[in-house]
């Protein structure tokens, strides 16, 4: 069993930055760690992943270039930092992990969930 707990979410202007913790209780170096975020109305969608052995990571085009993904197996925590934020980046953001999963980009192929945590970032 995984447990995620994000942390680190916040409100900040346009062009600032944060960056996510994503804190996971049991053995989560072998599992694809993940992003994801929903805004208000909108289907939870996909931000970035990052293989169980940091070989490779792979970001949606939205964010590419302005947030980076990594993780610290040995602290067995997942970061999302994002820079240069947009009013568009204002949602919830939700850690997942996925196990046995080439490339997962879809919801449905994460099998652990964190609560998610609340960016907002104003005009």
């Known amino acids: 069993q995984v447990q995620l707990v994000e942390s680190g979410g916040g409100l900040v202007q346009a062009g600032g930055s944060l960056r996510l913790s994503c804190a996971a209780s049991?053995?989560?170096?072998?599992?694809?760690m993940g992003w994801f975020r929903q805004a208000p109305g909108k289907e939870r969608e996909f931000v970035a992943y990052?293989?169980?052995?940091?070989?490779?990571?792979y970001y949606a085009d939205s964010v590419q270039g302005r947030f980076t993904i990594s993780r610290d197996n040995a602290k067995n925590t997942v970061y999302l930092q994002m820079n240069s934020l947009k009013p568009e980046d204002t949602a919830v953001y939700f850690c997942?992990?996925?196990?046995?999963?080439?490339?997962?980009?879809?919801?449905?192929?994460?099998?652990?969930w964190g609560q998610g945590t609340q960016v907002t970032v104003s005009s």
């Open positions: 997942a992990a996925a196990f046995g999963k080439w490339n997962p980009r879809e919801e449905r192929e994460y099998d652990y």
């Open positions: 049991g053995r989560t170096f072998s599992y694809t």
């Open positions: 990052i293989t169980r052995s940091i070989v490779s990571t």
